[in-house]
Nanobody, 115 residues
Framework: QVQLVESGGGLVQAGGSLRLSCAASGSISSITAMGWYRQAPGKQREFVAGTRSGGIVNYADSVKGRCTISRDNAKNTVFLQMNSLELEDTAVYYC?????????WGQGTQVTVSS
């Protein structure tokens, strides 16, 4: 089992920045990739950014150039630095870990961007 705990969400004005954190615990060695997803009200959950072994990262087109995903392996933590936030970035952000046989999800952290 893997447990994921997100933090760092909040209320920010458009154009501002936030840094989300996701701390993983449990069967860390089973994790092959980690990433961030988000779900806005009335919309489906969507991929935001991901990282996997070898330092490979990828981003959704909607956040490319504005967000950076990074990983601190010593602390089993994944970060999502979000800059130039837009109203459309308002959503609950979920941390995801891909294990050997299943996906794990955190409880989510709310990001609200105001005008």
């Amino acid at each position: 089992q893997v447990q994921l705990v997100e933090s760092g969400g909040g209320l920010v004005q458009a154009g501002g920045s936030l840094r989300l954190s996701c701390a993983a615990s449990g069967s860390i060695s089973s994790i092959t990739a980690m990433g961030w997803y988000r779900q806005a009200p009335g919309k489906q959950r969507e991929f935001v950014a991901g990282t996997r072994s070898g330092g490979i990262v990828n981003y959704a087109d909607s956040v490319k150039g504005r967000c950076t995903i990074s990983r601190d392996n010593a602390k089993n933590t994944v970060f999502l630095q979000m800059n130039s936030l837009e109203l459309e970035d308002t959503a609950v952000y979920y941390c995801n870990a891909l294990g050997l046989s299943r996906n794990y999800w955190g409880q989510g952290t709310q990001v609200t961007v105001s005008s």
